[in-house]
C-alpha cells in the first residue's frame, strides 16, 4: 500500500519504518526541513534502539522517503496518517495546532478518496475537527472528494518502539466506516498474524482509549510512589511490597516500580488533558487530580534526601554531586519532562555543582539546561561528562536519576574510592542497599528499608 505519515517524530518515524519494512511504500513528511534533510542524508535525528538500521535497510530497498513538500505526500498515499505532536496548552488540554494545520494541508490537496488516519494522541471529539478542517478546505476550491477520518492511537513506548510496533498487544482501530475498516485491517495484518490484535470500535471510544490507557499507567506509578514514600516513614522495603503485590495477576508486575515520579512526552501531558476534559465535561476525574499532584512532589523526593543528608539546602552550596542519567527513562535520548531536569534546577539553584553523565541524551539535555537554568549558572554549577566514571570522580555524592543498563552493577568498592564523600541517592531502586552499604556507601533509596547503613 502506499502510505503517507505527516510527523516524522518518534512515533511518525518509527510507523512509517515498521509500514515499510513490511513491505508497503511509505513517504514521511515534516515541516521540519532539518530533520528532513538529516534523513536523506541518511542520519536518524532521534535515538530509538534499532532505528537506524531499519531506516536505512528500508530506505535503500525504495520503501520510505522523506519529503517537505505537502503536494508529493498527499499525492502520493491511499491512507494519510497525521503523527504530529500534541503538546499541552497553557490550560492543560491538547494543542490541536499542528494536527488542525496538517488536516488543513491534505483538504487543500487530495484529488481522490482516501483515508485519513489519527495516530496522534487526541482529545475525543478530534477526528470530527479533522473532518471539518478537511471539509472546509474542500469546499474552498469547490471540490467534493471523499474521505474517511479514522482513529487509530499509538502505544509505543520509547526505547522499545520498534519492538511495540512490530508485535503489538493491541491496535485499536476507531472507525465508522466500513471500507475504511477493512483497509486498515489489511494494512495491519502483518503485526497481527498469529492472533488478531485489531481492536475496532467507534471513533470517540478509540480517541478515549489511549488517554485511559495512558491515565491508568499513570495511576500505578504515582500509587507506588506514594506508598513508597509511606513504606519508608514505616520501616517497610518498598521493592519487598512490589514482589509480594505483583505476583497477584489482578495486579501483575509491569510497572509498579516507584521511582522518581513520571516523566516523558506523554504521560504529564495527556493526564493533564485528559483532567481538563474531565473538568470541561462536569465530570471532573478526581483521581486525577491526585496522580499529578503526587507526581510533582515526588520529583523533589531525591533532592530532600540529598539536603537530608548533607544538613539542609544551604549545606549544599560548594557541595558536588555526582549524577548518572538524563534522559527520563533509558535507551532514549528524549529528555521532555525528565525528572533530572527539576533535580539538577534545584541543586544549581542551592549552589552544589553537578558533573552529569547520559550515555545519549547529553546535547538535548544541555539545551533544556541552558534554557531553564541561564548560562551563568549553568556555566558556574553545571559539568556535563564523558563518562559515568569522570562523574564521580571526586564527587561528595551520587545520585542515579535513569536506570540505563551501564549503571546496573558499578563496582561499588571502586565507586567508594573515585567518591570524595560516601553516598548514593538510588532514584530508581536499581541497587542492592545491603551490597552498597557493604562498601562503605550511605544508601538513600525511593521507600527503601536498610538505607544510611553504611558506617
Ligand atoms: N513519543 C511517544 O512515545 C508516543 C507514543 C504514543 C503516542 N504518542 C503521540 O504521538 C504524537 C506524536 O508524538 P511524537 O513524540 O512522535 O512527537 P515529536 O515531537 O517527536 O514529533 C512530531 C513531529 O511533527 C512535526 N510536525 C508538527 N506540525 C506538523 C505539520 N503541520 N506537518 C508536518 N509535520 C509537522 C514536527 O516537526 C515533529 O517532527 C503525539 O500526539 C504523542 O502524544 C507519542
Ligand atoms: O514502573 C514504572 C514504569 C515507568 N515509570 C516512569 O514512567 C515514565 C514513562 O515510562 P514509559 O511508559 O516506559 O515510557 P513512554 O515512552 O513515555 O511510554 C508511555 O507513553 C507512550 C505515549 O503515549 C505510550 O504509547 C506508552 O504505552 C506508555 O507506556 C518514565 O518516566 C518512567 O521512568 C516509573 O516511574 N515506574
Redesign the pocket.
Known amino acids: 500500500m502506499k502510505i503517507t505519515i505527516i510527523g516524522t517524530g ?2 511518525g518515524l518509527v510507523s512509517g519504518a515498521c509500514f515499510a519494512d513490511v513491505g508497503n511504500t511509505v513517504l514521511c513528511l515534516d515541516v521540519d526541513s532539518r530533520k528532513i534533510d538529516m534523513l536523506n542524508a541518511g542520519e536518524i535525528p532521534i535515538h530509538e534502539p534499532g532505528l537506524d538500521k531499519l531506516v536505512a535497510t528500508n530506505a535503500a530497498a525504495g520503501r520510505i522517503l522523506f519529503t517537505t513538500d505537502y503536494d508529493r505526500a498527499v499525492a502520493h498515499a491511499d491512507v494519510i496518517f497525521i503523527a504530529v505532536g500534541t503538546p499541552p496548552d497553557e490550560d492543560g488540554s491538547a494543542d490541536l495546532r499542528h494536527i488542525l494545520s496538517a488536516a488543513r494541508s491534505i483538504g487543500q490537496r487530495i484529488t481522490r478518496p482516501i483515508v485519513v488516519v489519527d495516530k496522534s ?1 487526541v482529545p475525543v471529539g478530534t477526528a470530527d475537527q479533522v473532518r471539518a478542517a478537511i471539509s472546509e478546505e474542500l469546499q474552498k476550491r469547490n471540490a467534493t472528494t471523499s474521505f474517511t477520518v479514522v482513529s487509530n ?9 520498534i519492538e ?1 510496533f512490530m508485535r503489538p498487544d493491541r491496535i485499536v482501530v476507531g472507525s465508522d466506516d466500513p471500507e475504511a475498516t477493512r483497509i486498515m485491517r489489511q494494512l495491519y495484518a502483518p503485526f497481527s498474524r498469529n492472533h488478531d490484535k485489531l481492536i475496532h470500535m467507534d471513533v470517540r471510544s478509540a480517541e478515549l482509549t ?1 488517554y485511559a ?2 491515565a491508568m ?2 495511576t ?2 504515582s500509587f ?2 506514594e506508598l513508597a514514600n509511606l513504606a519508608e516513614a514505616l520501616g517497610a522495603d518498598i521493592e519487598a511490597v512490589r514482589m509480594g503485590i505483583g505476583s497477584d495477576p489482578r495486579i501483575g508486575p ?14 504529564p501531558k ?1 493526564v493533564k488533558a485528559l483532567l481538563k476534559t474531565s473538568v470541561d465535561h462536569g465530570r471532573t476525574l478526581h483521581l486525577l487530580t491526585a496522580i499529578e499532584k503526587v507526581n510533582e512532589a515526588q520529583k523533589s523526593v531525591l533532592f530532600d534526601k540529598i539536603t537530608g543528608h548533607f544538613g539542609g539546602v544551604d549545606a549544599l552550596r560548594g557541595k558536588t554531586l555526582a549524577l548518572w542519567g538524563l534522559s ?2 533509558p535507551n ?1 535520548d ?1 529528555m521532555r ?3 533530572s531536569l527539576v533535580l539538577i534546577g534545584k541543586l544549581i539553584a542551592a549552589g552544589c555543582k553537578v558533573r552529569a553523565y547520559d550515555p545519549v541524551a547529553t546535547s538535548e539535555a544541555r539545551r533544556l539546561l541552558l534554557q531553564e537554568n541561564g548560562e551563568e549558572a549553568c556555566g558556574r554549577y553545571l559539568t556535563l561528562c564523558d563518562s559515568a566514571a569522570d562523574a564521580v570522580s571526586g564527587a561528595d555524592a551520587l545520585a542515579l536519576v ?2 540505563w543498563k551501564e549503571f546496573r552493577a558499578p563496582d561499588f568498592e571502586q565507586l567508594a574510592a573515585s567518591l570524595a564523600g560516601k553516598a548514593i541517592f538510588d532514584g ?1 531502586n536499581l541497587y542492592d542497599p545491603a551490597l552498597v552499604a557493604a562498601a562503605g556507601i550511605a544508601y538513600h533509596g525511593i521507600g527503601r528499608r536498610g538505607h544510611n547503613d553504611a558506617k
Open positions: 518518534y512515533v494522541t492511537p499509538e502505544f509505543l513506548k520509547e526505547g522499545a518502539a511495540d489511549k490507557a495512558n499507567l499513570a500505578r506509578i507506588m510512589n509491569h510497572f509498579l516500580y516507584a521511582g522518581m515520579g513520571y516523566g516523558g512526552s506523554c504521560f495527556d527520563f527513562k532514549t528524549d519532562e525528565a525528572p535513569t536506570e530508581r
